[in-house]
């Protein structure tokens, strides 16, 4: 089985210690950075500026999510500044496969996110387009809300799709990821997890990492 991968969210982190929550997590995979307009979610966060600065500064690479209207006027220069990985929405993107391939062209890989309530159906026939899909597993917005297990029908479906096509793409899940969590999420098909205040909120961060890559894999 594939190894599961942890991306804390740096939303959770200290934003004038950004460079010390930053190595706080040298230990994960990725660090999930939380873009926000207060017009696809009513949240505002940073913009690339600030992401070229974390880019620079990161110990690990960037597992960047749009949470934006008209990503593609966006979501390539997040490619250009070096981010690993650039997810938008799917809710948001006019023409998703065109953007992915954007994206790949730039040298990141492509993700695409759908919120609680949309249907994944229309990506099974475009699933080798991305490199991952997330499934919120919260509203997108803010960090600290509940898990929602009425998501994992959807992730369960994806999981299954991609295991029929031979697909390779990474499932992540996002919001309200917890050690009381991740093994409902792992159990339904998700490989990458992005945890916000379950990481930073632990006393110790690199053992709270170390324990939730344990629990996704049991
Ligand atoms: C929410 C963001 C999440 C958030 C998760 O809209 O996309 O990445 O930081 O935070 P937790 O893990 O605290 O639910
Ligand atoms: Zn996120």
Known sequence: PRAPRINPSILAADFVNMQADLARIATADFAHVDVMDNHFVPNLTFGPQMVERIQATSPIPLDVHLMITEPERWA????????????????????????????????????????????VDSLFEILDEFDQ???????????????????????????????????????????GISDRTIEIAAAAGADTFVAGSAVYGADDVEAAVTRLRDLARA
């Open 76 to 119: 390539p220069e997040y490619a250009e500044i070096g981010a690993a990985s650039v997810t938008f929405h799917l809710e948001a993107a006019s023409d998703p496969v065109a953007l992915a391939r954007r994206l790949r062209d730039i040298g990141s890989r492509a993700g695409i996110a759908v919120k609680p309530a949309t249907p």
């Open 133 to 175: 899909i997330l499934v919120m597993t919260v509203e997108p917005g803010f960090g600290g809300q509940s898990f929602m297990p009425e998501t994992m029908p959807k992730l369960e479906a994806l999981a299954a799709e991609a295991r029929r096509r031979g697909s390779r793409v990474w499932l992540q899940v996002d919001g």
